[in-house]
Structure formats: structure tokens, C-alpha cells
């Protein structure tokens, strides 16, 4: 069985600091990894695709790495609009799945 | 600028039918993969299944015998139907677009604001 497992699921940061989330599959997804933010009561927003392709008009302190079952989202400078939580989703399994979310707080 | 509208019941009682539909304005519904997604109440996303604007057809396993996805190009619009609904099935309902093709396939670049919907008698 396939399986998508993000850690943490949740954690708490201040503003300037590094944030680092992580999301590993059980067996290789190539690149076919993407990031989203979602907001309380908002849809969720593409930030990363591809597992480090910037969607146009995310802020460049948001990046992606990784490849195969281990794949990363940095924050490199945590800043007030970024209190939210964040999925990965791979789409390269014909049944697309959704990480479990991590929600970023306010330390 | 492509913009999706999800629309529908709020309200669907158990054991009947959830329809809705998601009409794609500002743009052309050929190319992409048009896709549902839910989430519970306070719980993470889930992904329900997508069309293309040719009908292929791809769902989630566990709502395969339970739903079906259409595509009306001439309206821009496509639509999910989810029959026999429990209470299981409450969730804000969103409707988004992914690419479909290359490395970026799958992403789901445009998004629904969402629409809830309530199973209950």
C-alpha cells in the first residue's frame, strides 16, 4: 500500500526563524511532488510543483527540494502572512494523495 | 484570468444524491485535468478524482463505485455526482484545476473558494 507520511504536524516558530517541513512517500514519486498553503477558511494555494519549481508569485524565501520517497519545503525566513498549514501532494501514483498537513503557529 | 465557481445544495439528505458543479470562466476547459477535492471539517484534503476535457475519467478507489465526474465543454462547467451520501460524506467541496502534462502534471494551480456541503436529515 502506498503510503505519504509529512512530519511534523505541526510546529511553532517566530517570526525570522527557519522552517523546514517534510513529506516521504513509500515508494519513488520522481518529482511529481507540489506544495500548497491553506489559510482558515480559504482554499489552498499552489506554492511549489514539481518538488522545487516556484509557482509565479510566491515569495523566493518559499522553496522545495528532493526527489524519489524524500522531499523538503523551507521557509527560509518565517514571516507574520506565513502562519498557516501546508500540504504536499504527489501526483504520480494514478490515485493522487495529499499529506496529512503541517499547521505552523505562532511561538 | 480563469476563475472556478463550485455550485449545489448545501444540504443533501442521507442516501440521496450530492451533485455540484464547477463552472470554469476566463479561460478554456480543454487541456487540464478538472479535479474535486474535499476536506472535513477541521480534518486535511482529500483528492476525489478529476476529469479531462476529453471525459477520461480517473477517482479515488475508496468512492469509485460511489461517484461520477462529467464534463460539459460546451458550458465550461464539469460536475460531480456522489450517490448514497452518509454523514462521512459532510466537507467543504472544492473544484481546481491541474496540469496535465509534463513534470508540473498534477498541480493544482486554480482553485474553487469551496463549497460546503452538510449530509444530514
Known amino acids: 500500500d502506498f503510503q505519504m507520511t509529512q512530519s511534523p504536524s505541526s510546529l511553532s516558530a517566530s517570526v525570522g526563524d527557519r522552517v523546514t517541513i517534510s513529506c516521504r512517500t513509500s515508494e519513488s514519486i520522481s518529482t511529481y511532488l507540489s506544495w500548497y498553503q491553506q489559510k482558515p477558511g480559504k482554499a489552498p494555494k499552489l506554492l511549489v510543483y514539481a518538488a522545487s519549481s516556484l509557482q509565479s508569485g510566491v515569495p523566493s524565501r518559499f522553496s522545495g527540494s528532493g526527489s524519489g520517497t524524500d522531499f523538503t519545503l523551507t521557509i527560509s525566513s518565517l514571516q507574520p502572512d506565513d502562519f498557516a498549514t501546508y500540504y504536499c501532494?504527489?501526483?504520480?501514483?494514478?490515485?493522487?494523495?495529499f499529506g496529512q498537513g503541517t499547521k505552523v503557529e505562532i511561538k | 484570468q480563469v476563475q472556478l465557481q463550485e455550485s449545489g445544495p448545501g444540504l443533501v439528505k442521507p442516501s440521496e444524491t450530492l451533485s455540484l458543479t464547477c463552472t470554469v470562466s476566463?479561460?478554456?476547459?480543454?487541456?487540464?485535468?478538472w479535479t474535486w477535492i474535499r476536506q472535513p471539517p477541521g480534518k486535511g484534503l482529500e483528492w476525489i478524482g478529476y476529469?479531462?476535457?476529453?471525459?477520461?475519467?480517473n477517482y479515488i478507489p475508496s468512492l469509485q463505485s460511489q461517484i461520477t465526474i462529467s464534463v460539459d465543454t460546451s458550458k465550461n462547467q464539469f460536475s460531480l455526482h456522489m450517490r448514497s451520501v452518509t454523514a462521512a460524506d459532510t466537507a467543504m467541496y472544492y473544484c481546481a484545476r491541474a496540469h496535465s502534462t509534463g513534470y508540473s502534471l498534477g498541480a493544482l494551480d486554480i482553485w474553487g473558494h469551496g463549497t460546503m456541503v452538510t449530509v444530514s436529515s
Open positions: 476529469i479531462y476535457y476529453s471525459g477520461a475519467t
Open positions: 501532494q504527489q501526483s504520480y501514483k494514478s490515485s493522487w494523495t
Open positions: 476566463g479561460g478554456s476547459i480543454s487541456t487540464y485535468y
